[in-house]
């Protein structure tokens, strides 16, 4: 059963620093990996959707790098601003339900001005 | 539409009464999922839709919900005698299929006192 985990769960750093956000998951059989932010009392924006032939995806300011065979993708936040607070999400697609989005809890992310 | 669109935003209900949420995914998007998101936890796949076969309802956590798509479009969610632990955040998503990019909409927040 594919299990996902994000850490840290919580990370505060000062504006401007770049940062690294950690998505781990067991079943290294996945068609794809996401990563979503979530804003409080709102839904979920997708940022980046790797495929699993993909190594990573760069949008903007953000980078998310993928490792299947080791099972561990990260998300790359370069000159954080205070809008980039949120929880980000990984999710990945496997196994026999490849449309079942597998999630982790999620790392809340505060920007200190 | 631009974007998935969830109705209502806000629902608080009785215990006992029964409940309809809906969503209007993205125009041309066959594939339509719900999620559920408790406090502090993860997301919980519920259903998914995929064109016109049949959906994969092995997410929903008892006979009181049930969910369709009309038209292979709008989709309505339901809880039937609703209970304190069905209150959550429900989340729908669509995407053009099963395994490419997800757009989630803003969820309707389910309280039932």
């Known amino acids: 059963k594919q299990e996902v985990t994000q850490i840290p769960a919580a990370l505060s750093v000062p504006e401007g620093e770049n940062l690294v956000l950690n998505c781990s998951f067991t079943d290294s059989a996945i068609y794809n990996l996401q990563w979503f932010r979530q804003d409080p009392g709102k839904g979920l924006t997708s940022l980046l959707l790797i495929q699993s032939s993909q190594r990573e995806q760069t949008s903007g300011r953000l980078n998310a790098s993928l490792d299947k065979s080791s099972g561990r993708s990260t998300l790359y936040i370069a000159a954080s601003q205070p809008g980039d607070s949120a929880t980000y999400l990984c999710?990945?697609?496997?196994?026999?339900?490849?449309?079942?989005?597998?999630w982790g809890a999620g790392t809340k992310l505060i920007i200190k001005p | 539409g631009a974007g998935v669109s969830q109705s209502p935003s806000n629902k608080v209900t009785e215990k006992g009464k029964d409940v309809e949420l809906r969503c209007d995914p993205i125009?041309?998007?066959?594939?339509l999922y719900w999620y559920r998101q408790s406090l502090g936890q993860g997301l919980e796949f519920l259903i998914y839709f995929q064109g016109n076969s049949a959906p994969d309802k092995s997410g929903l956590p008892s006979d009181r919900f049930s969910a369709e798509r009309t038209g292979g479009s709008v989709s309505t969610l339901t809880i039937q005698r609703t209970q304190q632990e069905d209150s959550a955040v429900y989340l729908c998503?669509?995407?053009?299929?099963?395994?490419?990019?997800?757009?989630f909409g803003q969820g309707t927040r389910l309280t039932v006192v």
């Open positions: 999710a990945v697609s496997s196994g026999d339900s490849n449309y079942q989005l597998i």
């Open positions: 125009s041309g998007h066959t594939a």
């Open positions: 998503a669509s995407s053009f299929v099963g395994i490419t990019e997800a757009f």
